[in-house]
């Protein structure tokens, strides 16, 4: 629980800085706009397709998790936290870079934005691993 908490407040705060370093310098006051999101039609679901996506993934779950308890010979709990945080708050995709890339035309601005997240995830990282090692 506590993982999970710290996570949600490292998001928040990791958003705060990331508008105030990057908000005004990447798009000027006159240029916003507010958000716009484009949305895919809608269809009524399909509850035969969603049981067996569901039942799939639980399976595939259960798998991984009897595969899960070799794994932790070879890694320890910190070492698997700090892979978790380096994973979860690296560069999202390269569809992210690429509508960076395409909103603010600029490549030196995607390329600050890439090397931020790389930066961050790497040194969270480093610090969560710190941390759970002197706990776990």
Do not use: Q
């Not at 569809?95 to 931020?116: N, P």
């Amino acid at each position: 629980m506590l993982v999970i908490l710290g996570i949600l407040l490292y998001v928040v705060v990791l958003m705060t800085i990331v508008s105030k370093v990057f908000g005004r310098r990447l798009v000027p006051e006159t240029a916003r706009s507010g958000m716009i999101m484009e949305l895919p039609p809608y269809h009524k679901p399909h509850w035969k397709h969603i049981a067996k996506e569901a039942l799939l993934k639980a399976w595939d779950i259960f798998k991984r998790a009897l595969l899960g308890r070799a794994m932790t010979s070879a890694v320890s709990k910190a070492e698997a936290l700090a892979f978790m945080c380096a994973c979860t708050f690296n560069i999202p995709c390269v569809m992210v870079l690429s509508t960076t890339y395409r909103e603010s035309h600029s490549l030196k601005w995607t390329a600050r934005i890439a090397a931020f997240y790389v930066c961050g995830a790497l040194i969270l990282a480093c610090i969560v691993y710190h941390i759970a090692v002197l706990f776990v």
